[in-house]
């Protein structure tokens, strides 16, 4: 299976700060398919971007996607404070699917 | 909009059956997925199963594979997790969710239910 390793593990920044979210997988992802979620408490996960760089519907652009085959960034360019949360990659190119083990975004 | 039920506390070996009703919509053409979250944890892909027209096929986690079964019952827009022999490794939060552009089996997914808490544990 393919193995998503998010780092850093807690980002601790201030609001208006730029936030930089890497997910590394263990093999290509070949056909962009790779996810990104964003995860508050007691909420349920919800999907901020797919096929690496397309913004979910109701996302605002200062967030966006980049990287291809086993290299992937989320960025949040001037952070609110309601991006402050966790946030998962996941990939659906290869059976089974698989998350990475997160990134807390924290106020500093 | 997913709402989870069914989850609580079980002994291991035990058997339980959660349920994932959708509402505002109909979900009988999208592929349904279950994920779960131990505390803790990082989020876990339990399984899936597609729609009708491709023969409600399923597909497991190896984790889970010979012990959960998923089914649904479109005439209720409800998907069914039905989990045996539960082990305390199981115990998480599941959550269902679906594919919001068919039934294309593997995919992203939206929207997410809130979730339902299982606890193994003697």
């Known amino acids: 299976e393919i193995v998503l390793t998010q780092s850093p593990g807690t980002l601790s920044l201030s609001p208006g700060e730029r936030a930089t979210l890497s997910c590394r997988a263990s093999?290509?992802?070949?056909?962009?398919?790779l996810a990104w979620y964003q995860r508050k408490p007691g909420q349920a996960p919800r999907i901020v971007m797919y096929?690496?760089?397309s913004r979910a519907t109701g996302i605002p652009d200062r967030f966006s996607g980049s990287g291809s085959g086993t290299d992937f960034t989320l960025t949040i360019s001037r952070l609110e404070p309601e991006d402050f949360a966790v946030y998962y990659c996941q990939q659906y190119d290869t059976a089974p699917l698989t998350f990475g083990g997160g990134t807390k975004v924290e106020i500093k | 909009q997913l709402v989870e039920s069914g989850g609580g506390l079980v002994q291991p070996g035990g058997s339980l059956k959660l349920s994932c009703a959708a509402s505002?919509?109909?979900?009988?053409?999208?592929?349904i997925h279950w994920v779960r979250q131990a505390s803790g944890k990082g989020l876990e892909w339990v399984g899936q199963i597609r729609s009708n027209t491709n023969s409600y096929a399923t597909a497991y986690a190896e984790s889970v594979k010979g012990r959960f079964t998923i089914s649904r019952d479109d005439s209720k827009n409800t998907a069914f997790l039905q989990m045996n022999s539960l082990k305390t490794e199981d115990t998480a939060v599941y959550y269902c969710?679906?594919?919001?552009?068919?039934?294309?089996?593997?995919?992203?997914?939206?929207?997410w239910g809130q979730g339902t808490l299982v606890t193994v544990s003697s």
């Open positions: 093999q290509s992802i070949s056909s962009n398919y």
């Open positions: 969710t679906r594919l919001p552009y068919g039934d294309y089996g593997g995919g992203w997914f939206d929207p």
């Open positions: 096929g690496i760089s």
């Open positions: 505002g919509a109909t979900v009988s053409d999208s592929t």
